[in-house]
Antibody, heavy 116, light 112 residues
Framework: QVQLQESGPGLVKPSETLSLTCTVS????????WSWIRQPPGKGLELIGY???????NYNPSLKSRVTISVDTSKNQFSLKLSSVTAADTAVYYC??????????WGQGTMVTVSS | QSALTQPPSASGSPGQSVTISCTGT?????????VSWYQHHPGKAPKLMIY???KRPSGVPDRFSGSKSGNTASLTVSGLQAEDEADYYC????????????FGGGTKLTVL
């Protein structure tokens, strides 16, 4: 059974870069498109972007200038970097496994707060 | 504001049926048969319950069913059980010009 686990700092200062990693266990990283999704407090879900194991990416246009998603197949991990963060980036961040717009796998989520 | 509209809450007694709606447009729900539903118990990983409008992943009870009519998709939970109390989110493919996936704002299902 494939499981996903997010890791990274829970507190990031404004203007700095948010960095999260998702570890894929129990399955192959070549099986899905790997996504990052977030949910700000009291708001809806937002797809940030996704990557295929080959390295091809697609980012939400609203975040594209600040987002980098990368994959490390040797470690079965993929990562998110979001630069120049503000309080509006405070959210629960989920990593996920996606196929044809369906999110088949979800991580438990990690809360990231942007505050000085 | 979410792209897809869900009622904020729904409720039913054990054993009853409840239907949650998810309304979009012809550019998302109405245009593609790629509507999904997710169950989320707070603090846990969300779980896929329905995909491609009405398909159930392995392990999801057949008490959960999905359908679509026009621009509105629906999730029906039959024979409500206490463990069904959770937040439910819908999503739909919205075409590559709309960055693929849009979500509903979520519905809190309460089992009375």
């Amino acid at each position: 059974q494939v499981q996903l686990q997010e890791s990274g700092p829970g507190l990031v200062k404004p203007s700095e870069t948010l960095s999260l990693t998702c570890t894929v266990s129990g399955g192959s990283i070549s099986s899905y498109y790997w996504s990052w999704i977030r949910q700000p407090p009291g708001k809806g879900l937002e797809l940030i972007g996704y990557i295929y194991y080959s390295g091809s990416t697609n980012y939400n246009p609203s975040l594209k200038s600040r987002v980098t998603i990368s994959v490390d197949t040797s470690k079965n991990q993929f990562s998110l970097k979001l630069s120049s963060v503000t309080a509006a980036d405070t959210a629960v961040y989920y990593c996920a496994g996606t196929l044809v717009s369906t999110i088949f796998l979800w991580g438990q989520g990690t809360m990231v707060t942007v505050s000085s | 504001q979410s792209a897809l509209t869900q009622p904020p809450s729904a409720s039913g007694s054990p054993g009853q049926s409840v239907t949650i709606s998810c309304t979009g447009t012809s550019s998302d729900v109405g245009g593609y048969n790629y509507v999904s539903w997710y169950q989320h118990h707070p603090g846990k990983a969300p779980k896929l319950m329905i995909y491609e409008v009405s398909k159930r992943p392995s392990g999801v009870p057949d008490r959960f069913s999905g359908s679509k009519s026009g621009n509105t998709a629906s999730l029906t939970v039959s024979g409500l059980q206490a463990e069904d109390e959770a937040d439910y989110y819908c999503s739909s493919y919205a075409g590559s010009n709309n960055f693929d996936v849009v979500f509903g704002g979520g519905t809190k299902l309460t089992v009375l």
